[in-house]
């Protein structure tokens, strides 16, 4: 335990805190268990250490980092480490990349229920199902999802200031005012092109190069989380990694399944699942039509985020494309986002949305625009970069 002890205190003290996730604030942090999941490279470990350097003096004690990496939890359950903990007066327990404990859902039922008044925080990766594949969960965990830097985070990294985040509908009433008050007092569009290039992901403040980092950790996405969670093998790994790079380098369409088992060399249905799991690991996004959805076929599939684009495909790209694909992952998180219509590019919670370029000559009144090339708007017109302020 002394061990776990040093590294946690280390860990805490070489913790940066450069910007404050959205998430902190959203997390009801007096739940007994609480999973967060998210991509891998999204900033999970660096989310719990934040949190127990903020919130706990590492000399009480009461807060405890582990990984489920070190091999001591090979040879020892979870919950047995759990119970020491909690009869040496510890009250939060952080368990990072708690999937490679074996029978992870067990061990954390018996945590719960053997441990009168602990807390305990995990994370996991975004493929898994936390309450639809581990019933004994199900009413006992609160599930919350880590995403990427939004464009408004990395932009008060950048600058230093505190932007705060807006809803959807601040932004269709507001973004005139809002647009204003960020414009006084610093230009988007100066850092837009690189939010959109490398600043998804919190590893560019790491002094590598950013893209070949990505592509790192976009292998370990299939290798690890894909392969391990899903329990796929092997010898599959390389008609996973083809299919990724055949919808990476098509602009955002829907796939042509048949073709795409022809050149994998599998199923139709293979195609469908493996398209699914891609999508659960946050490397692609499907777009369905209004009252669709999986196991259909979806009507468009799109990159995650731009900056997957760049690290995949960086000189084949169409700007429409990186804004579209701006546009849908700063909204589907917590909106529903669909398929448009020959009027519009997405759907909206109902609303219609066309992401585009440059000025429409003829706006029409039921459609919301979202310029790419606009540092403020006017009306219908919203500046793109601002639905990077959502979170």
Known sequence: MESFFRTHAYLVEHTDLPVRRALMDEIDWKQPLIGIKGTRGVGKTSFLLQYAKKNFDVRTRKCLYINMNNFYFQGRGLADFAREFRQQGGEVLLIDQVFKQPNWSHELRRCHDENSGLRIVFTGSSVMRLKEENPELNGLVSSYNLRGFSFREFLNLKTGCQFPAYSLGDILRHHERIAAE??????????????????????????????????????????????????????????????????????????????????????????????????????????????????????????????????????????????????????????????????????????????????????????????????????????????????
């Open 182 to 391: 960020v414009l006084d007092v610093v230009n988007p569009l100066n850092f837009f092109q690189s939010y959109l290039h490398h600043g998804f992901y919190p590893f560019f403040l790491e002094k590598r190069n950013f893209s070949e980092n990505l592509l790192k950790t976009m292998n370990m996405m299939i290798e690890v989380d894909i392969l391990l969670i899903k329990q796929i093998e092997l010898k599959y790994l390389t008609k996973l990694k083809k299919l990724l790079y055949l919808l990476a380098v098509e602009r955002p369409s829907a796939p042509n399944v048949s073709q795409l088992a022809l050149d994998i060399e599998t199923s139709r249905a293979t195609v469908m699942n493996y398209i699914k799991y891609l999508s659960d690991a946050r490397l692609i996004n499907m777009i369905y039509r209004e009252g669709e959805g999986f196991p259909r076929k979806p009507a468009r599939i799109m990159m995650h985020n731009s900056n997957l684009m760049y690290a995949i495909y960086p000189n084949g790209m169409e700007e429409i494309d990186v804004a579209e694909t701006f546009f849908q992952n700063a909204l589907w998180a917590y909106h529903d986002v669909r398929f448009g219509d020959r009027i519009c590019t997405f759907f909206v919670d109902g609303r219609r949305f066309r992401v585009c370029m440059d000025e429409v000559r003829r706006p029409l009144p039921d459609v919301y625009y979202a310029q790419a090339n606009l540092e403020r708007g006017r009306g219908n017109a919203i500046p793109l970069w601002l639905f990077g302020f959502l979170y």
